[in-house]
């Protein structure tokens, strides 16, 4: 089987190492990929946003299976137009990719499905804006509707700021298209934690509980980036709770969808916060979260490829879906500066070593495969992934084999998971 991969991170570094474990597949194509599945596979410089050169490739190249790591080309309709063509494409359609596309869609398919949300109202009008954020005061969250790389959402702390964010949104433009309408919601106080599930439209399959740390420096301060290092299971929602929660805040959504005639297909992901009264959805992802994804990647026994092709054809409740019990922390080393301005073009070295660890996979996100050199090109340079028998074992061995990695003007957070310790002392 030939199969193609979209994107570029860590993420898509992890799904092609998965894929490539099912001997039935035989050639692995990434566009535009990284130094990691130019080690698996071949990159192709296509970007993730061209759906016709995509779909394109995908019936030059005669590809048994498209797998979508990243949000946009879903919003953009990549699946719709791949089955217009009659190839197998795992994500899903458009429609329902708007509960990421779009967050008034989002919390309006929330309300109607019963989910647990924080208050919110849509303004498509500044002055109306303006006007709730001083009716309702501070703290209030400031939403852009549509996809703004993870920059869109401003918690604020004061009227001034939540006013200077829907300013910079409605009025300075500074998200283009994606910030003409607002979403404007309650501040939710609490832990938050990741729950992905493996969705046929009707049937779901769960994935173990994970926590990505999003801010840039330890104690979860600084600005936000894309994700800093993740760990699974979380224990601030155990295994028993998992059931429950996905009942409260999946199942809904895909009998909603259903109903609608627009089966999800692919993997939702719930971005949860867990509040003095229980659950509540911050977010909805329509795909595998970065870093999440390495962590529980590593975690899935069951074969990825037997599970894609279930979810596409609806036979998820045909198969078991699979975790080890093991515990996997994985650590994000970036390039200082990151997420703002930083270096390019450092050499990596070190990445075997870490490697042959038991138990330990380095993950590729911004780094290109030059003359058998891994160069780092991104922000996110890689995501160094351990499993172990608990969190503390998972933790020590992920930061074990990142001192085996250096390249000049690396940075890591030297507390991932330190959370997840703390709740289970
Ligand atoms: P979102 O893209 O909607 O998940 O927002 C990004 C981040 O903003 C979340 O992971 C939270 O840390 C924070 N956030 C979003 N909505 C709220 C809320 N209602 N209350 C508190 N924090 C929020
Ligand atoms: N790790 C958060 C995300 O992928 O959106």
């Given at each position: 089987m030939k199969i193609l991969v979209?994107?570029?991170?860590?993420?898509?570094?992890?799904?092609?190492?998965?894929?490539?474990?099912?001997?039935?597949?035989?050639?692995?194509?990434?566009?535009?990929?990284?130094?990691?599945?130019?080690?698996?596979?071949?990159?192709?410089?296509?970007?993730?946003?061209?759906?016709?050169?995509?779909?394109?490739?995908?019936?030059?190249?005669?590809?048994?299976?498209?797998?979508?790591?990243?949000?946009?080309?879903?919003?953009?309709?990549?699946?719709?137009?791949?089955?217009?063509?009659?190839i197998p494409c795992f994500g899903p359609s458009a429609y329902p990719a708007n509960l990421e596309g779009s967050k008034a869609f989002s919390k309006n398919v929330m309300a109607d499905a019963g989910v647990p949300t924080a208050?919110?109202?849509?303004?498509?009008?500044?002055?109306?804006?303006?006007?709730?954020?001083?009716?309702?005061?501070?703290?209030?969250?400031?939403?852009?509707?549509?996809?703004?790389?993870?920059?869109?959402?401003?918690?604020?702390?004061?009227?001034?700021?939540?006013?200077?964010?829907?300013?910079?949104?409605?009025?300075r433009q500074s998200f283009g298209a994606a910030g003409e309408r607002v979403v404007i919601e309650e501040v939710l106080k609490g832990e938050e934690a990741s729950f992905l599930a493996f969705c046929d439209g009707i049937n779901y399959a769960l994935l173990p509980s994970s926590q990505d740390h999003k801010a840039i420096y330890e104690g979860d301060t600084g600005p936000n980036t894309g994700g800093m290092g993740a760990y699974s299971p979380a224990p601030v929602l155990p295994k028993e709770k998992y059931v429950e929660t996905a009942e409260l805040c999946i199942k809904p959504i895909l009998r909603?969808?259903?109903?609608?005639?627009?089966?999800?297909?692919?993997?939702?992901?719930?971005?949860?916060?867990?509040?003095?009264?229980?659950?509540?959805?911050?977010?909805?992802n329509v795909r595998f979260g970065d870093p999440e994804c390495q962590p529980l990647l590593m975690r899935l026994e069951t074969d990825l490829l037997t599970i894609m092709f279930a979810c596409i054809d609806g036979k998820l409740n045909q198969i078991e879906v699979k975790s080890s019990t093991q515990t996997a922390c994985?650590?994000?080393?970036a390039a200082e500066g990151y997420p703002g301005a930083y270096p390019k073009g450092m050499e990596i070295i070190g990445l075997e070593e870490a490697d042959a660890m038991e138990g330990v996979k380095t993950f590729q996100a911004g780094t290109k495969l030059v003359d058998g050199k891994v160069i780092t090109t991104g922000g996110r340079v890689l995501c160094v992934t351990a499993l172990?028998?608990?969190?503390?074992?998972?933790?020590?061995?992920?930061?074990?084999?990142?001192?085996?990695?250096?390249?000049?003007?690396?940075?890591?957070?030297?507390?991932?998971?330190?959370?997840?310790?703390?709740?289970?002392?």
């Open positions: 979209i994107g570029s991170g860590g993420r898509e570094h992890a799904l092609c190492w998965k894929l490539a474990q099912n001997p039935k597949v035989e050639r692995i194509l990434c566009a535009p990929g990284n130094g990691g599945t130019a080690q698996i596979g071949e990159n192709i410089a296509i970007k993730d946003d061209d759906i016709p050169a995509l779909v394109a490739l995908s019936k030059e190249k005669q590809v048994d299976l498209v797998v979508v790591g990243p949000e946009m080309p879903l919003v953009l309709g990549l699946e719709n137009a791949l089955r217009q063509e009659g208050p919110f109202r849509v303004f498509d009008e500044f002055d109306q804006a303006v006007a709730f954020i001083k009716e309702k005061g501070a703290p209030i969250v400031v939403k852009a509707d549509g996809l703004a790389a993870g920059k869109g959402v401003v918690v604020a702390s004061t009227e001034e700021e939540a006013i200077e964010a829907v300013e910079d949104m409605m009025v909603h969808l259903a109903a609608k005639g627009e089966p999800f297909k692919g993997v939702l992901y719930a971005g949860l916060m867990y509040t003095e009264d229980g659950p509540s959805v911050l977010e909805y994985g650590v994000v080393m172990g028998d608990d969190l503390a074992e998972a933790q020590r061995k992920a930061y074990e084999a990142v001192a085996k990695i250096h390249f000049d003007k690396s940075y890591y957070r030297r507390d991932i998971a330190d959370k997840g310790l703390k709740r289970l002392k």
